[in-house]
């Protein structure tokens, strides 16, 4: 079982006429396969879904700050056996990124041996919180430091 992500989507649709958030897995097991998580924190990547009223199918315009707009995995219906659900995990952050995709084939429309299956979706990079931490305690220390000697 192989997995490629063509790249970082960063915002669906930029550049124009490109397609970002590509997936393709490939298998290459030797057996059919009829469940997958893809556990995309451990490559400090999340999934940024987005969210539509069931109600009037529109677009909501809720969405974690930083983020923008993402994008809900999308199959390809050209590339192989598409999944019978697909679904996010591990909430990142409400109401819209996650830390995982779990994705399930019915028994008869199995993940076969030798099949590729292509999807979109949309994701962000994370930034560790360590990073994040240190940076604001260098900065903290600075600003005091700063008031310290502009105070004399």
Do not use: C, K
């Not at 989507?9 to 298998?27: A, I, K, R, Y």
């Not at 996650?98 to 199995?110: K, Q």
């Amino acid at each position: 079982m192989s997995i490629r992500h063509a790249q970082d989507s960063q915002g669906n649709f930029q550049p124009p006429d490109t397609v970002l958030g590509e997936w393709t897995l490939s298998n290459g097991s030797g057996q059919a396969i009829t469940g997958l998580e893809i556990n995309a924190l451990v490559g400090n990547v999340i999934f940024d879904g987005n969210l539509t009223d069931p109600a009037i199918d529109v677009l909501t315009v809720e969405y974690t700050p930083e983020s923008g707009f993402g994008r809900n995995f999308t199959p390809d219906p050209t590339s192989g056996p598409a999944p019978a659900s697909a679904a996010y995990g591990d909430l990142f952050s409400a109401p819209d990124l996650w830390g995982s995709l779990t994705l399930s084939w019915a028994p008869e429309a199995r993940f076969t041996d030798g099949s590729r299956f292509q999807f979109l979706a949309d994701t962000d990079r994370t930034i560790p919180v360590p990073g994040t931490l240190l940076l604001l305690l260098i900065g903290s220390f600075g600003l005091m430091l700063h008031q310290r000697v502009g105070g004399r």
